[in-house]
């Protein structure tokens, strides 16, 4: 029943920026924690930033500095403005969100959006 989607991927110039935008539609669900994966040809999927529902947040040390994430709880939509972008930020970005369903901790995941840094 629940569905991320996520919208914003593109084509970007190293140094250019990017905003990538995740809606949860289609339940009232509260989710624990909301935020944005990313996975490179031949890497593994890895965490570049998270938001609580306390506004508490992390960023994978790769990208502090140059992104930064916003959580709407009660729209249950999160954002991931990223800048000084570099070519190895090349990734399929997925959002994430963690929630409890019937009280069982569970992940929902978009079908990500693909980000390419290149000159």
């Known amino acids: 029943q629940v569905q991320l989607v996520e919208s914003g991927g593109g084509l970007v110039q190293p140094g250019g920026s990017l905003r990538l935008s995740c809606a949860a539609s289609?339940?009232?669900?509260?989710?624990?924690?909301m935020g944005w994966y990313r996975q490179a040809p031949g890497k593994q999927r890895e965490l570049v930033a998270a938001?609580?529902?306390?506004?508490?947040?992390d960023y994978a040390d790769s990208v502090k500095g140059r992104f930064t994430s916003s959580r709407d709880n009660a729209r249950n939509t999160v954002s991931l403005q990223m800048n000084s972008l570099k070519p190895e930020d090349t990734a399929v970005y997925y959002c994430?969100?963690?929630?409890?369903?019937?009280?069982?901790?569970?992940?929902?995941w978009g079908q990500g959006t693909q980000v390419t840094v290149s000159s």
């Open positions: 938001i609580t529902s306390g506004g508490s947040s």
């Open positions: 289609g339940s009232s669900f509260r989710f624990n924690a």
């Open positions: 994430n969100a963690k929630g409890l369903r019937w009280g069982v901790p569970i992940d929902y």
